[in-house]
């Protein structure tokens, strides 16, 4: 996804890496296999203004604040991107960024695609994964068995997730479908090692290539 060709592309040492799907595609358990993988992962909590769902904590899933906190945050200028996604307000904080300046650094944003494309057009070495469900029919029945959400929430989801799909599918830079878990949580984990790879990321100043 290159949604400014005018900057050069300057690679940071670690990774800034955002992860978005639909509601129910399973973001978060995949990002929990993540988290277990890499300790080294710093996740972005995000703030928002939407009240704790089922046992969801305020400082570990999100920060859960008033819409006077938030805006307060940002009149500060405390947010990388802020959005707002079904009728309430989430924001990402500046602060984890710096982990992706680290060598071998890994700040995962866990976000939705318009929050996705502004990192993106700041950071655009950020690497951008889009998880999408096997099917329509199989997101709803995820969202269902998760037991968290009142049936006319999930409508709503089911109506916001089609658009999110589309929006994702046509501009992210990997495209991981979540069927089977273990091979989804495979292929986020070979994008992770395959981009530390990369040609800039890598430190060859050991190497004394530059020497006459
Ligand atoms: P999201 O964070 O994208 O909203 P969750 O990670 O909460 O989604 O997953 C939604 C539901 O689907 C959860 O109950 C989760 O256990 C289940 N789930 C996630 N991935 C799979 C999968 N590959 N197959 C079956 N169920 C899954
Ligand atoms: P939920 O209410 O299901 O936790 O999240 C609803 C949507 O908000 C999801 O698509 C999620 O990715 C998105 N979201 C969560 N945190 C942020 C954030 O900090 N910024 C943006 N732009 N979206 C977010």
């Given at each position: 996804m290159n949604t400014n060709p005018q900057i050069p592309i300057v690679l940071s040492p670690g990774l800034l890496l955002v992860l978005s799907a639909p509601s129910g595609a399973g973001k978060t358990t995949l990002a929990r296999m993540i988290e277990k993988e890499f300790p080294e992962a710093e996740f972005s909590i995000s703030y928002t203004t939407r009240a704790p769902r089922g046992a969801e904590q305020n400082g570990k899933d999100y920060h859960f604040v008033d819409t006077l906190t938030f805006q307060q945050m940002i009149d500060r200028n405390e947010f990388v991107e802020w959005a707002e996604v079904h009728g309430n307000f989430y924001g990402s904080s500046?602060?984890?960024?710096?982990?992706?300046?680290?060598?071998?650094g890994i700040a995962v944003f866990d976000i939705d695609v318009q929050g996705g494309t502004s990192i993106k057009r700041k950071y655009p070495d950020a690497v951008c994964i889009f998880i999408l469900p096997p099917s329509m029919d199989e997101l709803e029945r995820r969202l269902r068995s998760r037991g968290t959400d009142t049936d006319d929430v999930i409508r709503r989801r089911m109506l916001a997730a089609r658009a999110e799909c589309e929006k994702g599918a046509q501009s992210y830079d990997y495209l991981v479908i979540n069927d089977r878990l273990d091979d989804a949580f495979q292929q986020l984990r070979s994008i992770v090692i395959s981009e530390r790879s990369r040609r800039g990321r890598v430190d060859t100043t050991a190497l004394r290539l530059q020497q006459p």
């Open positions: 500046k602060r984890v960024i710096d982990h992706s300046y680290r060598p071998g």
